[in-house]
């Protein structure tokens, strides 16, 4: 099915771990995107890639990282994980005509 | 950057009851959308909508652009509509990157 995939869907982390939290999407969209959502909120955005090849900070993104790898990939990497980045974490890529298309998301603890 | 705000920030409703949201924002957008995401943490696109209506079902959305807001109605409300909606915009078209309210928490009751 067409759409946007996220590895993994949970995981456990210890606080100074390292992660790469993997995405890919198949509908030739140019654009790509990483949020967080926390516990009753709405979602922020750390990185965004509007076209392969260019990465841009968003909102969030102390203490995280990102690769566009190729047009159908980005990936998000946390260098040092932190209690204060357990989230639920999704992806998204757009095009212009019918915006957002979300993956399921990966929801990270870090103790 | 562009704030977004929701109202209600909860709903009850009934079974078959209609309902309006409300999403405000500070400054012009050209990219808007809302969002319904279920019980179990999924984001479902319901309409890209900068502005205009459009209708799906027994959805509709307006958004009046001039006026910086939209709506999203509901009709004849059913259990599954439950969860949060979500509107989001974006002022710059070619980036698409979209700041998000913080959600109307719906409860549709049998």
């Known amino acids: 099915n067409a759409g946007v995939t996220q590895t993994p869907k949970f995981q456990v982390l210890k606080t100074g771990q390292s992660m790469t939290l993997q995405c890919a999407q198949d509908?030739?969209?140019?654009?790509m995107y990483w949020y967080r959502q926390d516990p009753g909120m709405g979602l922020r955005l750390i990185y965004y890639?509007?076209?392969?090849?260019?990465?841009d900070k968003g909102e969030v993104p102390n203490g995280y990282n990102v690769s566009r790898l190729n047009k159908r990939e980005f990936s998000l990497r946390l260098e040092s994980a932190a209690p204060s980045q357990t989230s639920v974490y999704f992806c998204?890529?757009?095009?212009?005509?019918?915006?957002?298309?979300f993956g399921s998301g990966t929801r990270l603890t870090v103790v | 950057g562009i704030q977004v705000e929701q109202s209600p920030p909860d709903l009850i409703l009934q079974e078959g009851a209609n309902s309006t949201l409300r999403c405000n924002f500070s400054?012009?957008?050209?990219?808007l959308q809302w969002f319904h995401q279920n019980p179990w943490g999924q984001l479902i696109n319901l309409f890209y909508?900068?502005?205009g209506t459009k209708q799906n079902g027994r959805l509709s959305a307006t958004t009046v652009a001039t006026e910086r807001y939209s709506l999203l109605y509901i009709s004849s409300s059913q259990t599954t509509d439950s969860g949060v909606y979500f509107c989001?915009?974006?002022?710059?078209?070619?980036?698409?990157?979209?700041?998000f309210g913080s959600g109307t928490r719906l409860q549709v009751q049998p």
């Open positions: 509908m030739n969209h140019n654009s």
């Open positions: 400054d012009s957008v050209n990219n």
């Open positions: 890639s509007a076209s392969e090849g260019t990465t």
């Open positions: 909508i900068p502005s």
């Open positions: 989001a915009g974006g002022r710059t078209a070619g980036r698409r990157a979209l700041t």
């Open positions: 998204a890529s757009s095009d212009r005509s019918t915006g957002y298309t």
